[in-house]
Antibody, heavy 117, light 107 residues
Framework: QVQLVQSGAEVKRPGASVKVSCKASGYTFTNYAIVWVRQAPGQGLECMGWISAYSGNINYAQKFQGRVTMTTDTSTSTAYMEVRRLRSDDTAVYYC??????????WGQGALVTVSS | DIQMTQSPSSLSASVGDRVTITCQATQDISNFLNWYQQKPGKAPKLLIYDASILETGVPSRFSGSGSGTDFTFTISRLQPEDIATYYCQQYDNLPYTFGQGTKLEIK
């Protein structure tokens, strides 16, 4: 079955970086884009950006431009999302998900990133 | 970015009730609108895509309608397992954007 499995929870200091991985299985990785969405505690869903696994084209939400990098490794069907210069308000669950022509499905299980001194 | 406004932000209803949530876009997005259900501690689940098409395996009590800027999500007869937060999402333009969510509770 189509599945996205993400890396585990992380605890980081303010100013550090974190890189979350997302391994896809059950479908042809390069046929779809990957979307990254985050959810702060008790808050709603926020789309961070989109990366085509076929072309490598990327679209970042303006809020994350310059601080976030999305990449893919087609040899391992894995997507990565790195956030630099972490702040306390970056504490959130970070989800990767497959973009099925605009419908986001399925989602990874989420990776909790806690930023605390 | 396209802004999505959902209402209400929370809703209390009884089992068997008809529940309606609305979502409004800041510009015409045709039918490029999806609805998700999120239960506590879980990833969101796609329920409806292209504004009105029910995802495979989703109960028929869920439905969606609308086009342009105004959309509606309906649960025809609320069940206890429907307690969750519901989100709309547009995909007319990148970046995709979500409504702020509607938290549904049982009265």
């Amino acid at each position: 079955q189509v599945q996205l499995v993400q890396s585990g929870a992380e605890v980081k200091r303010p100013g550090a970086s974190v890189k979350v991985s997302c391994k896809a299985s059950g479908y042809t990785f390069t046929n779809y884009a990957i979307v990254w969405v985050r959810q702060a505690p008790g808050q709603g869903l926020e789309c961070m950006g989109w990366i085509s696994a076929y072309s490598g084209n990327i679209n970042y939400a303006q809020k994350f431009q310059g601080r976030v990098t999305m990449t893919t490794d087609t040899s391992t069907s894995t997507a990565y999302m790195e956030v630099r210069r972490l702040r306390s308000d970056d504490t959130a669950v970070y989800y990767c998900a497959r973009d099925r022509q605009g419908a986001i499905d399925p989602w990874g299980q989420g990776a909790l990133v806690t930023v605390s001194s | 970015d396209i802004q999505m406004t959902q209402s209400p932000s929370s809703l209390s209803a009884s089992v068997g009730d008809r529940v309606t949530i609305t979502c409004q876009a800041t510009q015409d997005i045709s039918n490029f609108l999806n609805w998700y259900q999120q239960k506590p501690g879980k990833a969101p689940k796609l329920l409806i895509y292209d504004a009105s098409i029910l995802e495979t395996g989703v109960p028929s009590r869920f439905s969606g309608s609308g086009s342009g800027t105004d959309f509606t999500f309906t649960i025809s007869r609320l069940q206890p397992e429907d307690i969750a937060t519901y989100y709309c999402q547009q995909y007319d333009n990148l970046p995709y954007t979500f409504g702020q969510g509607t938290k549904l509770e049982i009265k």
